[in-house]
């Protein structure tokens, strides 16, 4: 699976953007796929992910409310609504894929073995 992650840029806190995630490989299998980001100094956190079904998805505390995971099984696109963001959400943003995984993998970022290249997010306050 290839991902090809784009949508980001420069934006006012309580802008907002939306990123997309370009699938492409062996997708009809419909991955479980999600974001994650990392901002400069720290490790790589879970944001939000959504089963081959997006109807089931899970956020972290910190964007629930503010962001919606979305996916187009047709277009094989992933994507992540970010409203009122705040400055503490700047970071690059990876969209990533895996396949199998169960509800308790979601989080973690070492049971997704397809990344995309990461999209730059930065928040000016």
């Known amino acids: 699976v290839q991902l090809q992650a784009s949508g980001g840029g420069l934006v006012q806190a309580g802008g907002s953007l939306r990123l997309s995630c370009a699938a492409s490989?062996?997708?009809?299998?419909?991955?479980?796929m999600g974001w994650f980001r990392q901002a400069p100094g720290k490790e790589r956190e879970f944001v939000a992910a959504?089963?081959?079904?997006?109807?089931?998805?899970t956020y972290a505390d910190s964007v629930k409310g503010r962001f919606t995971i979305s996916r187009d099984n047709d277009k094989k696109t992933l994507y992540m609504q970010m409203n009122s963001l705040k400055a503490e959400d700047t970071a690059v943003y990876y969209c990533?894929?895996?396949?199998?995984?169960?509800?308790?993998?979601?989080?973690?970022?070492?049971?997704?073995?397809?990344w995309g290249q990461g999209t730059q997010v930065t928040v000016s306050s």
């Open positions: 959504t089963f081959r079904i997006g109807s089931v998805t």
């Open positions: 990533a894929a895996g396949l199998g995984l169960v509800w308790s993998d979601l989080r973690n970022p070492d049971r997704y073995p397809y």
């Open positions: 490989g062996r997708t009809n299998s419909r991955p479980t």
